[in-house]
């Protein structure tokens, strides 16, 4: 099956979502300890919107939170990319860097790798000037892939999505 990627880096292959995709993200988003730092599990009619969206953002500015497949076998592991994001505070709207992968997929650096090929991607082909992360301060798995792609640490926050979740709220913006 042709994947048609996008870009590359050296483990990992970029691509615009595909409706084969759409059950293999919703087991992602309903692992428990994949979704720790979220406040809730994404159902499977959840996952398809959000793909849906995915797919009209990146027809529209260029970028999404890209479906990611590990090369050497061609398995989907989950996504990685950049945002438009437009929620209330005070840096949005900004392009943001995210990630989620399959559990059997950490520890191995893809997180890493990947965001890193992205920034290029974004800094070098879609001449964007600056991205912003962010994560509840009690993720400190994504805190420090932040830290190890070059970001800094702006600010912390409350998250407007998260209000109310005291394990949640409090979260820090990176920026590169």
């Not at 293999?24 to 994404?42: H, K, R, S, W, Y």
């Not at 005291?166 to 990176?174: D, I, P, Q």
Request: charged letters at 25%; hydrophobic letters at 40%.
């Amino acid at each position: 099956m042709n994947k048609n990627y996008l870009f590359t880096s050296a483990r990992l292959g970029f691509r615009d979502w595909q409706e084969a995709d759409v059950p293999l993200m919703a087991t992602i988003n309903a692992d428990p300890e994949v979704m720790e730092f979220f406040p809730g599990l994404v159902t499977s009619e959840e996952t398809a919107a959000s793909i849906g969206r995915m797919k009209n953002m990146l027809a529209e500015k260029g970028f999404c939170y890209f479906a990611v497949d590990e090369l050497e076998h061609g398995e989907f592991i989950g996504f990685i990319g950049l945002a438009w994001q437009t929620y209330e505070s005070e840096f949005t709207p900004c392009v943001d860097i995210g990630w989620r992968l399959a559990k059997k997929y950490w520890g191995k650096g893809y997180a890493t790798e990947g965001a890193k090929r992205c920034l290029e991607y974004a800094f070098k082909e879609l001449g964007l000037a600056n991205i912003k992360a962010t994560a509840p301060k009690a993720n400190l798995k994504s805190i420090r892939v932040m830290e190890k792609i070059g970001m800094k640490k702006q600010l912390e926050f409350i998250h407007p999505r998260l209000l109310g979740n005291k394990r949640l709220e409090n979260c820090v913006c990176y920026e590169i």
